[in-house]
T-cell receptor, first 112, second 111 residues
Framework: GDSVTQMEGPVTLSEEAFLTINCTYTATGYPSLFWYVQYPGEGLQLLLKATKADDKGSNKGFEATYRKETTSFHLEKGSVQVSDSAVYFCALTNTNAGKSTFGDGTTLTVKP | DGGITQSPKYLFRKEGQNVTLSCEQNLNHDAMYWYRQDPGQGLRLIYYSQIVNDFQKGDIAEGYSVSREKKESFPLTVTSAQKNPTAFYLC??????????FGPGTRLTVL
């Protein structure tokens, strides 16, 4: 079956540091890939997505590129802020029904 | 505004009680999902429904039940058979192959 593996956390960075959260996947066919963010006590929000190989998703300074050759979708941001502290989930959807497979989440803490 | 609402935000259950968590969406999405999230953990799928009057078990359905009588509504009942129900419950919907839209969650605590 499909699976998503995320870099284990927690990750602690200083403000303005560079962020990378690794995500690799196993899936048949051509899944769509997503990054979601969850702030404390809230539901998940879509951060960015990519629907085909070599697509780059971007939002709020975050970027991720769909790499089919390495089955990866790593999340990056050039300069993190304290307000980026949250849990980040990588996910894929591989059916028209919309059922998704999620990674275990990576907790990011940014210190001033 | 379109979106997903969950109620209540906080819920307390005594031992042996059944409780029902509400999930409503006005996005006209066909598919809806219930997830359980434990502290520091990822999401685990409880039940999902791709169409009205039909639903399927997810990975951890034991001790839970659902109904899908209307497209907009997908309530989850946590029964007394669920021995460790304390968790954060998230409802989501999707129009198809795209992203899932999540509600704000319900935190259930067993007293």
């Amino acid at each position: 079956g499909d699976s998503v593996t995320q870099m284990e956390g927690p990750v602690t960075l200083s403000e303005e540091a560079f962020l990378t959260i690794n995500c690799t996947y196993t899936a048949t066919g051509y899944p769509s890939l997503f990054w979601y963010v969850q702030y404390p006590g809230e539901g998940l929000q879509l951060l960015l997505k990519a629907t085909k190989a070599d697509d780059k998703g971007s939002n709020k300074g975050f970027e991720a590129t769909y790499r089919k050759e390495t089955t990866s979708f790593h999340l990056e941001k050039g300069s993190v802020q304290v307000s980026d502290s949250a849990v980040y989930f990588c996910a894929l959807t591989n059916t028209n029904a919309g059922k998704s497979t999620f990674g275990d989440g990576t907790t990011l803490t940014v210190k001033p | 505004d379109g979106g997903i609402t969950q109620s209540p935000k906080y819920l307390f259950r005594k031992e042996g009680q059944n409780v029902t968590l509400s999930c409503e969406q006005n996005l006209n999405h066909d598919a809806m999902y219930w997830y359980r999230q434990d502290p520091g953990q990822g999401l685990r799928l409880i039940y999902y429904s791709q169409i009205v009057n039909d639903f399927q078990k997810g990975d951890i359905a034991e001790g839970y039940s659902v109904s899908r009588e209307k497209k907009e509504s997908f309530p989850l009942t946590v029964t007394s058979a669920q021995k460790n129900p304390t968790a954060f419950y998230l409802c989501a919907s999707t129009p198809g192959r795209g992203e899932q839209f999540f509600g704000p969650g319900t935190r259930l605590t067993v007293l």
